[in-house]
């Protein structure tokens, strides 16, 4: 079967830019952003990323803010911050060199299982398989898996790797198993046809291939939040978001959650008054938009706010920006569409309404 697999693979594998290399820097890189991302979206990023940090080097010697920024767009900012947080460890500690062994890996900031594996085996060539969503899905289906306790199959399923596992080319293998998983044993309408391992199959064998593994019941909560666009002399008055928890250390324009009960208006003075000490004089809606997170979405309303006073305010915490400097801040994506509006506006005059 892995002959087959690997057979499959050389011939139908995707030209991607991280599959061009044997560098444990740029394989660490594309693996942690390919996590919970797809590979269209990361393209773009992962170009971007090696231009503007083309080493361990760079990435170590660059601010916080620019790696966040480097990375807006993407989501999960925990994974920019374990990327930096690592590059600095491997550049004072370890000579600027990303360990080969896994005791050594697993160390450092955002080492799991996968990427250890992932780096050790496509960056080093050592014989560890890789255990993600897509193959997770094959094996499961390979081996007709039903669900239970997460610990319990993936024990079964790392033992299963460990039998098929090419050990003299590891890389291939473990590209080979995702490369299925991405393009032709699907979460939903697998292509069987076109399956390389299918005489292999026992859940293709059982007609339960559309079934297994079990399609995940996501519930998301919806949550209304407003901000205010105050601008004062040019400037727009951004804050920073705290250095723990959602969006760590992103920017953003001050605002809140709408409570239940409360229209959008009234939710805007209280989180203003809370968040600034300051009383709104008036406030037109700009713009609404809808954002989606994994488990919620956010549906954000944008006014135009001015204020009875500016407040003396912290600066450490809240800055005054020209519209144009906006973008040398890292914001989250609906913030980063807020700009997009402003700058829309300021070349083509849109306009809001009063509330």
Avoid at 61 to 81: I, S, T
Avoid at 182 to 199: H, K
Avoid at 300 to 329: C, F, N
Wanted: glycine fraction near 8%; proline fraction near 7%; charged fraction near 30%.
């Amino acid at each position: 079967m892995t002959r087959a697999l690997i057979s499959w693979y050389r011939r139908n594998s995707r030209k991607l830019p991280w599959r061009e290399t044997k560098d444990p820097y740029r394989i660490w890189v594309s693996e942690v952003m390919l996590q919970q991302t797809t590979v269209a979206a990361v393209i773009p990023y992962y170009k971007r990323w090696l231009r503007l940090f083309p080493d361990i080097s760079s990435l170590a010697g660059a601010p916080l803010q620019g790696v966040l920024k480097a990375w807006e767009g993407l989501g999960y900012y925990d994974r920019a911050r374990r990327l930096h947080q690592a590059a600095r460890i491997i550049h004072r500690e370890l000579d600027g060199k990303i360990p080969d062994t896994s005791e050594e890996l697993r160390r450092l900031p955002g080492f799991g299982p996968y990427i250890t594996a992932a780096v050790l085996s496509l960056g080093y060539g050592r014989p560890l398989a890789v255990l993600d969503a897509n193959v997770r899905r094959v094996l499961m289906r390979l081996d007709r898996i039903k669900p239970g306790p997460t610990s319990v199959v993936d024990g079964a399923l790392r033992r299963r790797l460990d039998v098929l596992l090419d050990r003299r080319q590891p890389a291939d293998f473990n590209q080979a198993m995702m490369e299925l998983g991405a393009l032709v044993c699907r979460p939903r309408s697998p292509l069987c046809p076109a399956c390389p391992v299918q005489a292999f199959c026992h859940a293709f064998e059982a007609g339960e291939q559309e079934v297994i593994p079990p399609p995940r019941q996501r519930r998301s909560e919806r949550i209304e939040t407003v901000v205010g666009i105050i601008e004062s002399r040019g400037r727009y008055l951004i804050q920073k978001r705290p250095a723990s928890g959602l969006l760590a250390g992103l920017w953003e324009f001050p605002g809140g959650k709408r409570e239940k009960g409360e229209s959008l208006g009234a939710a805007l003075r209280r989180e203003l008054r809370e968040e600034l000490g300051a009383e709104v004089e008036s406030a037109r809606l700009l713009l609404k938009l809808r954002h989606a997170y994994t488990r919620f979405l956010v549906d954000l309303s944008a006014y135009e706010t001015v204020l009875k006073k500016i407040p003396a305010l912290d600066s450490r915490r809240h800055k005054w920006v020209a519209r144009r400097a906006l973008k040398r801040y890292p914001f989250p994506s609906g913030s980063a569409r807020i700009i997009r509006f402003l700058e829309e506006r300021e070349n083509g005059r849109r306009d809001g309404r009063s509330v």
